[in-house]
């Protein structure tokens, strides 16, 4: 993801990348710009906002350094956690730091969607998906999502799964009780779903189908086709013919 953004904004308008960090980086120029292999030299360019794409542990240790040299930072690494955050709030106090688990559009929108279904359901699973090369797991978007979902519902249901045949694999545990699982593949393309569950609700169902022909069994074990016209949380109204009983015909009395 770094080179990606440094690519990217190589190419903005009203942008300039005066130098890049790398510890692991052999070489010293990219495309004509110096790499820093000491956050000291990097800082020392001068930038007036850096973006951190590393890892958790590396921005626990970079950013501290970056904030006291006041510079604004906007942070890419996943896996941070909300104390982690916080940590960094208290020590960014004369420059801005923004922390974002996802830039992509769609990822943000689906973060939201999710949010905003969670009251009306009981159960919730994520499933996120990244390519072989990510070192951490689960995902910060992963994270995020789950901590959204359990901030906007307080009534989640409980795993009801008593017995794990081989361990984990019903996914680590986020907010809430709400499950994420991590997949790590060659050739993925980085996505996530999120599945939500709840019980059938009997009348929502039944309004649902106004207007149709429907088959209800009655207590007594009666089958009653009609069609419905009306339904709340009481009543079932179907309208629907009686059929009149048939005559018997001749009936013979042997005496």
């Known amino acids: 993801m770094g080179r990606a953004a440094h690519q990217a904004l190589m190419k903005a308008e009203g942008l300039e990348v005066v130098a890049l960090f790398d510890l692991k980086q ?3 120029l990219i495309d004509d710009l110096p790499v820093s292999t000491s956050l000291e030299e990097f800082i020392s360019a001068g930038p007036e906002v850096v973006i951190d794409f590393t890892v958790a542990k590396a921005s626990l240790i970079n ?19 909300e104390e982690d ?5 208290g020590v960014f106090d004369q420059s801005a730091c923004l922390i974002v688990p996802n830039f992509a559009i769609g990822a943000v929108l689906m973060m939201k969607f999710a949010e905003m279904a969670s009251p009306w ?12 090369n990510k070192v951490d797991a689960p995902s910060g978007t992963a994270i995020a ?3 959204m979902m359990a901030s906007a519902s307080q009534e989640w ?5 008593s017995k794990e045949t081989l361990a984990g694999t019903r996914g680590g545990v986020a907010e809430s009780n709400i499950k994420i699982h991590s997949v790590r593949m060659e050739g993925m393309v980085a996505h996530q779903e999120v599945l939500l569950g709840t019980p059938l609700v009997t009348p929502r169902q039944f ?3 106004l207007g149709r022909k429907l088959e209800i069994k009655s207590l007594s074990g009666d089958l009653i086709k009609g069609e419905l016209i009306f339904s709340d949380d009481n ?4 309208n629907w013919k009686v059929r009149e009983k048939k005559p018997l015909g001749k009936v013979i009395v042997l005496v």
């Open 121 to 132: 359901f009981q159960t919730a699973e994520i499933i996120e998906f990244h390519h072989n």
């Open 63 to 81: 950013l501290p350094e970056i904030a006291e040299a006041e510079i604004h930072t906007v942070v890419g690494t996943s896996g941070l956690t």
């Open 235 to 238: 009543i079932i109204n179907l």
């Open 157 to 161: 249901a409980e795993d009801p799964t």
């Open 145 to 147: 999502t789950a901590e």
């Open 207 to 209: 309004k649902k189908n």
């Open 26 to 28: 052999e070489e010293n």
């Open 85 to 89: 955050c916080k940590s960094l709030g």
